[in-house]
């Protein structure tokens, strides 16, 4: 599925993009500072093992945090957590994934966003509910119409299997192997620091979902060994509902958890030395993030309702 707007990164970036690019990620930083602090209450957990490693941490060691996606204004929002000199900073701030659809349909969005070291990334069209039906009508095909030679029983399922393999291109988008993740690949292995949210989309339940894999290509694709981050926020969704008016509120509460930074390096290398397939790599990478990720999810809850409690 190809982007609605040409690429928006240029190869070897110019002076005024560089200077634009900086402007839009100093402002709308300045602004998440102000209002997650000032116009809303910002209460942050372990608050300098983030800022040191933004701050700190060696240039040749990329940086990868991971966080849970309560609105669709989490990313800037979360990081008014930051320093202003940090925010300012556009060599030590964060790339991050953004919907294709949502953020690059327009080339002044592209623009926009692109200057804000937002890439884009396509997704799927389809929801799993439509993927579980289609496999279900398969599953009845096969079973309600048997024909009588075996020639005609192979052609059915070589048919229907295609049909499940667009279903699921459809569904994956263009999956973990597209331009916009092999960008932020490069980008780790410059040693930058990239942000993700690998439950893929706004979660408005709130109900664990599993993790995307694009997590674990970053990870096991990294010529580097990254320092993982993990993050939980609660009360972003309140900042900024998930329904109209779509208008940032203040007199909010916000808890944001600053996890403990880990690596999986020793994982890694096993599954290379044991010469797993990168299919293989990818699942043991992200199932082991997954763990570590959603163990924060009670801990800031608790948190949080502490501080409610508190008011």
Same mark, same amino acid.
């Given at each position: 599925m190809p982007l609605e707007v040409k690429w928006p990164f240029p *190869?070897?970036?110019?002076?005024?993009?560089?200077?634009? !690019? !900086?402007?839009? %990620?100093? %402002?709308?930083?300045?602004?998440? $500072?102000?209002? #997650?602090?000032? +116009?809303?209450?910002? =209460?942050?957990? &372990?608050? &300098?093992?983030?800022?040191?490693? +933004?701050?700190?941490?060696? *240039?040749? #060691?990329?940086?990868? =945090?991971?966080? &849970?996606? *309560?609105?669709? %204004?989490?990313?800037?929002?979360?990081?008014?957590?930051?320093?202003?000199? *940090?925010?300012? &900073?556009?060599?030590? %701030?964060?790339?991050?994934?953004?919907? !294709?659809?949502?953020?690059?349909?327009?080339?002044?969005?592209?623009?926009?966003? /692109?200057?804000?070291?937002?890439?884009? +990334?396509?997704?799927?069209?389809? /929801?799993? /509910?439509? $993927?579980?039906?289609?496999?279900?009508?398969c599953n009845t095909i096969l079973h309600d119409h048997r024909p009588s030679h075996e020639i005609h029983k192979f052609v059915v399922v070589v048919v229907l299997l295609l049909l499940l393999i667009v279903i699921v291109i459809i569904v994956l988008g263009d999956g973990v192997y597209q331009r916009g993740m092999d960008f932020l690949v490069e980008r780790l292995n410059q040693g930058d620091w990239v942000h993700i949210f690998p439950e893929g989309k706004v979660n408005m339940t709130e109900e664990f979902i599993r993790l995307k894999w694009g997590v674990g290509r970053l990870i096991a694709e990294c010529s580097l060994h990254p320092i993982i981050l993990p993050l939980w926020h609660v009360g972003l969704n309140d900042v900024l509902p998930n329904k109209p008016p779509y208008i940032p509120r203040a007199g909010k509460r916000i808890t944001v958890l600053v996890g403990k930074p880990f690596t999986v390096k020793h994982l890694v290398e096993a599954l290379r030395a044991e010469n797993r397939s990168p299919m293989e790599m990818r699942k043991a990478v992200t199932d082991f993030i997954q763990g570590e990720f959603r163990s924060l999810k009670s801990q800031a809850e608790a948190l949080h309702q502490r501080m409610q409690a508190g008011r």
């Open positions: *190869q070897c970036p110019r002076l005024g993009w560089r200077i634009s !690019s !900086s402007l839009v %990620m100093g %402002m709308v930083g300045s602004y998440s $500072y102000l209002w #997650t602090k000032y +116009v809303n209450s910002l =209460t942050v957990h &372990n608050h &300098n093992v983030l800022l040191d490693l +933004v701050d700190e941490r060696p *240039q040749d #060691t990329p940086l990868i =945090t991971v966080s &849970n996606h *309560q609105s669709c %204004m989490d990313d800037p929002h979360i990081w008014g957590v930051l320093k202003l000199r *940090q925010l300012w &900073n556009w060599k030590r %701030m964060r790339w991050t994934p953004a919907a !294709s659809d949502i953020c690059f349909t327009r080339e002044i969005h592209s623009r926009f966003f /692109s200057r804000g070291k937002c890439v884009p +990334v396509v997704r799927g069209t389809l /929801s799993c /509910s439509a $993927y579980s039906f289609s496999f279900i009508e």
